[in-house]
């Protein structure tokens, strides 16, 4: 059965790049595998587009239109996904999104319900914290692995400016539950915003590295809904790296990246020497994820699932393809799905949504959808 395009269909559209090592078009025996050779095994499960802050990169100050309850997909349609993504299409993680999963009543089930039916998979989770303090032992419990918790700053007045909400307090207390948990290694994903946050990059390293997380600083993404973000406006990776160097230095790990987005540093005291690194003890590691500016599409491993069960190919693309559908179809077969899922795989675009990086591109136009509402 063939995967149902939310826009016009496009399948005789010009190829956008070379292809991949082979040309024989999308087979689930292959696994979530593109025209260039791409294989997605990194699953984004979104489970619900609402979210209780207001970040300004994300959303705007009045929220959006949020889907109602019967749009979102069912805890049994997530599991039957996950089951086809893990036994049929070589997934072999997955990261559970939002807008904010904690906003989700039957959250702790769900989790439970994937560990279940896959007792090794390592399932994440990227959440605001707020709330986490009364959730976190119950989700270990059912079976999270680990959570990323973004937080943008630790400084009480630019944290409420970042996301329009005097919330610090919550995030920081949802953070110490999470960590007491075990819910580890625990990551902090932050953006950085010129003339906001960006000389407070170094104060959020420090507060990350003695609590023994590990920080990751995500370049700002044509993804808000205000629809405002400027290429100027960026604080870029090299720019992170470089306030960051004002008060630490930066030791890149020798580590193969395995398809990870982030580029990965050992941190040191400033005062030690790039010899002495064999010798001393990191204070802790940082990531810079740097999607605009020094972009790792050709290796992209990822395969996202919006909340009301659309595949997004990549992030950047308007062409989404609807699973919902064949799941709420009785005649539809796992089989069914799992073809769909990898039809839609197959003609994912080179970068950016289009046939190269660069959101400059005549080629590139900027997804109708907010972050909140694709899923991190």
């Keep these: 059965m063939p995967a149902l395009r939310s826009q016009a269909d496009s399948s005789d559209r010009p190829p956008t790049g070379a292809t991949g090592p082979d040309t024989t078009g999308p087979d689930p025996s292959r696994g979530l595998m593109d025209s260039f050779g791409r294989r997605a095994t990194d699953l984004r499960i979104s489970l619900i587009d609402k979210c209780n802050l207001r970040c300004t990169y994300c959303m705007p100050a009045e929220g959006l239109p949020w889907l109602s309850k019967d749009q979102l997909l069912s805890a049994a349609e997530i599991r039957r996904l996950v089951h086809i993504g893990v036994n049929t299409l070589g997934v072999r993680e ?38 986490l303090e009364r959730k976190a032992a119950a989700l270990a419990e059912a079976g999270l692995t680990r959570v990323n918790i973004s937080l943008d700053s630790v400084h009480r007045e630019t944290f409420a400016q970042l996301t329009r909400r005097d919330s610090l307090d919550k995030v ?15 990551k902090i994903n932050a953006v950085l915003m010129r ?6 990059a170094a104060d959020l390293l420090e507060w990350s590295v003695a609590r023994g997380f590990e920080l990751r600083f995500i370049e700002q993404m044509p993804l808000d809904g205000d629809q405002q973000w400027k290429a100027e406006g960026t604080i870029s990776a090299a720019e992170t790296r470089a306030l960051l160097s004002e008060r630490f230095r930066l030791a890149p790990t020798q580590e193969n990246r395995d398809g990870a987005p982030a580029e990965r540093f050992d941190v040191f005291p400033l005062d030690t020497f790039p010899g002495a690194s064999a010798e001393t003890e990191p204070l802790g590691r940082v990531g810079v994820i740097a999607s605009v500016t020094e972009p790792f599409c050709g290796d992209c491993r990822r395969t996202r699932l919006t909340a009301e069960g659309r595949v997004m190919s990549c992030l950047f693309s308007n062409e989404e393809f609807d699973l919902m559908h064949l799941l709420r179809a009785p005649e539809s077969t796992d089989a069914d799905i799992a073809q769909a899922w990898a039809e839609a795989m197959w003609v994912k675009p080179a970068a950016h949504g289009t046939d190269r990086p660069g959101f400059d591109l005549a080629s590139f136009h ?3 959808r907010s972050m909140s509402a694709i899923g991190g």
Excluded: F, S, W
Excluded at 100 to 117: M, N, Q
Excluded at 124 to 129: C, E, S, V
Excluded at 172 to 186: D, F, I, Y
Excluded at 195 to 200: E, I, L, Y
């Design 366 to 368: 900027r997804p109708d």
């Design 172 to 186: 920081l207390v949802g953070v110490e539950a999470a960590a007491a948990a075990g819910l580890t290694p625990l």
């Design 94 to 131: 997955l990261r559970l999104t939002g807008g904010e999963p904690l906003v989700r009543a039957d959250l702790v089930d769900i989790i439970a319900g994937l560990r279940a039916d896959h007792p090794d998979l390592p399932i994440a989770m990227t959440t605001n914290a707020i709330g």
């Design 195 to 200: 003339g906001v946050n960006d000389a407070q």
